[in-house]
């Protein structure tokens, strides 16, 4: 017996969608699951198309889903025509195959991406900065600078810093946060330089944070054995934290 049914209406794949998607008002959905509870035959295809609804979901796959679906938009005229709010409403034995394949080849990859991806979504904030005391004219232009950077406007603020920079090429406080504000715009590249300066000045204050935004950073393009290395080097407690669920994995 097949793992998978080999055909599943659209009416019912429709049905099912809305279901799943809360879309049924509070009097059609206690009907809907009694109707599940009376007939097996119905639950049962209920129950795969909600394998493969998460399946799908889970793994990030719509977009591939709908590409393979238009290879079979040609063999009905009346599915064509039809509306198709879900990516996978095809012959479900073929779903289930490319979901089958999908996950022996790559599902691994989409589920470490996205805990690692979660841990960084938790764990990464840009620095909340400096308070800005304008009244010191001899660092007004730098503070003008953080003034941007606490509002969220990073360009503004990297254009500044970087000016600075021409003449401060080792300050640790401007390549530090001229570093936060390129890695809050998702300039990596040169967020690392800008961290790797902080650290190469010995004594720095700002040391610790240098290292922990490192392990984010490579946390983030999936580096975990860079992102622990860089990480224990950080007295944090963020960095601390960090380590304990990178550990469990």
Same mark, same amino acid.
């Given at each position: 017996?097949?793992?998978?049914?080999?055909?599943?209406?659209?009416?019912?794949?429709?049905?099912?969608?809305?279901?799943?998607?809360? *879309?049924?008002?509070?009097?059609?959905?206690?009907?809907?699951?009694?109707?599940?509870?009376?007939?097996?035959?119905?639950?049962?295809?209920?129950?795969?198309?909600?394998?493969?609804?998460?399946?799908?979901?889970?793994?990030?796959?719509?977009?591939?889903?709908?590409?393979?679906?238009?290879?079979?938009?040609?063999?009905?005229?009346?599915?064509?025509?039809?509306?198709?709010?879900?990516?996978?409403?095809?012959?479900?034995?073929?779903?289930?195959?490319?979901?089958?394949?999908?996950?022996?080849?790559?599902?691994?990859?989409?589920?470490?991406?996205?805990?690692?991806?979660?841990?960084?979504?938790?764990?990464?904030?840009?620095?909340?900065?400096?308070?800005?005391?304008?009244?010191?004219?001899?660092?007004?232009?730098?503070? *003008?600078?953080?003034?941007?950077?606490?509002?969220?406007?990073?360009?503004?603020?990297?254009?500044?810093?970087?000016?600075?920079?021409?003449?401060?090429?080792?300050?640790?406080?401007?390549?530090?946060? &001229?570093?936060?504000?390129?890695?809050?715009?998702?300039?990596?590249?040169?967020?690392?330089?800008?961290?790797?300066?902080?650290?190469?000045?010995?004594?720095?204050?700002?040391?610790?944070?240098?290292?922990?935004?490192?392990?984010? *950073?490579?946390?983030?393009?999936?580096?975990?054995?860079?992102?622990?290395? &860089?990480?224990?080097?950080?007295?944090?407690?963020?960095?601390? *934290?960090?380590?304990?669920?990178?550990?469990?994995?």
């Amino acid at each position: 017996m097949d793992k998978y049914p080999k055909y599943i209406s659209q009416e019912k794949q429709e049905l099912f969608e809305r279901y799943l998607l809360n *879309e049924m008002d509070k009097a059609e959905q206690p009907a809907f699951l009694a109707k599940l509870d009376a007939d097996a035959s119905l639950k049962a295809e209920f129950n795969e198309f909600k394998k493969l609804f998460s399946a799908v979901e889970e793994a990030s796959l719509h977009e591939k889903m709908n590409e393979y679906h238009k290879t079979f938009e040609t063999y009905s005229s009346k599915e064509a025509t039809s509306k198709k709010r879900f990516p996978f409403r095809i012959n479900y034995g073929i779903a289930a195959s490319v979901i089958l394949l999908l996950s022996l080849g790559g599902i691994w990859y989409f589920n470490a991406g996205n805990k690692t991806e979660k841990l960084f979504d938790e764990f990464y904030s840009p620095d909340p900065g400096l308070p800005t005391v304008m009244g010191d004219t001899n660092n007004y232009d730098f503070y *003008e600078a953080m003034v941007a950077y606490k509002h969220g406007d990073y360009d503004q603020a990297i254009e500044k810093w970087k000016k600075l920079l021409v003449t401060k090429q080792q300050n640790d406080t401007l390549n530090y946060f &001229l570093a936060s504000a390129q890695m809050a715009i998702g300039d990596e590249k040169a967020a690392n330089a800008g961290f790797l300066k902080v650290i190469a000045n010995k004594g720095s204050v700002f040391e610790d944070d240098a290292y922990f935004y490192l392990g984010l *950073e490579a946390l983030n393009r999936g580096a975990i054995p860079e992102a622990k290395s &860089l990480l224990e080097l950080s007295k944090k407690e963020a960095s601390k *934290e960090l380590l304990n669920q990178l550990r469990k994995k």
